[in-house]
C-alpha cells in the first residue's frame, strides 16, 4: 500500500461558479484558475499522483495548455483514476479537508461525498464510506482566513491490486 498528500489552493473571483468536489455550491464568487478551479478535486488528484508516484497534477494538466481551459475537474480525476488503475494501484480511502471561512460547506458535504464516491469508487454501494471530507475555517489568520480564497489538504491511500 502506499499513502499520498496533496495541497492545492485558488482565490475567490467574480463572475465564476463555485464548484467544490465537482458539485457546484450557492456562493457570490467561484474560483480563479485554468480550468474548473475545483480545488478539492485537484488536491485529490496530487494525492493519488503522489500515491502512485506518476507526477502531480501539473505534469499531467498544465495551465499552460489551452486545452485544460475551463476543463471539468472531475473529467480530470476520471482520467487520473484510470491511470492509477493501469499502474496497478486501486484507491483504498480519501480523506480531504477544505478550509475557508465561507461559504458554510456542511450543508454540501453529502453531496460532495457522493459525486466523488462515484468516480473514485465505481460501481460500488459502499464507495461514500471511503471518502471523508471536512470543512474548517481558519479563524481568520492569513489570506484564506481574510476570506481571499479556499485551500485543502487531501491524502489518499492506494493499495496494490492483485494480479
Do not use: Q
Not at 80 to 94: I, K, P, Q
Request: charged share 25%; hydrophobic share 40%.
Amino acid at each position: 500500500m502506499r499513502v499520498g498528500f496533496g495541497y492545492d489552493s485558488h482565490r475567490f473571483e467574480e463572475g465564476r461558479k463555485l464548484i467544490l468536489g465537482g458539485v457546484v455550491i450557492p456562493y457570490e464568487k467561484g474560483l480563479k484558475g485554468h480550468s474548473d478551479a475545483d480545488v478539492l478535486i485537484h488536491a485529490i488528484i496530487d494525492a493519488l499522483l503522489g500515491a502512485a508516484a506518476l507526477g502531480d497534477i501539473g505534469s499531467h494538466f498544465p495551465d499552460t495548455d489551452e486545452k485544460w481551459r475551463g476543463a471539468d475537474s472531475t473529467k480530470l480525476l476520471e482520467a487520473v483514476v484510470a491511470e492509477v488503475r493501469n499502474a496497478g494501484w486501486c484507491v483504498g480511502n480519501v480523506d480531504a479537508t477544505v478550509i475557508c471561512e465561507r461559504p458554510k460547506l456542511s450543508p454540501h458535504i453529502p453531496a460532495i461525498r457522493k459525486r466523488l464516491a462515484g468516480i473514485l469508487f465505481p460501481g460500488e454501494e459502499d464507495g461514500v464510506n471511503r471518502i471523508s471530507v471536512k470543512g474548517k475555517t481558519n479563524e481568520r489568520m492569513d489570506d484564506v482566513g481574510a476570506g481571499v480564497g479556499i485551500e485543502v489538504h487531501a491524502v489518499a491511500l492506494l493499495n496494490k491490486t492483485s494480479s
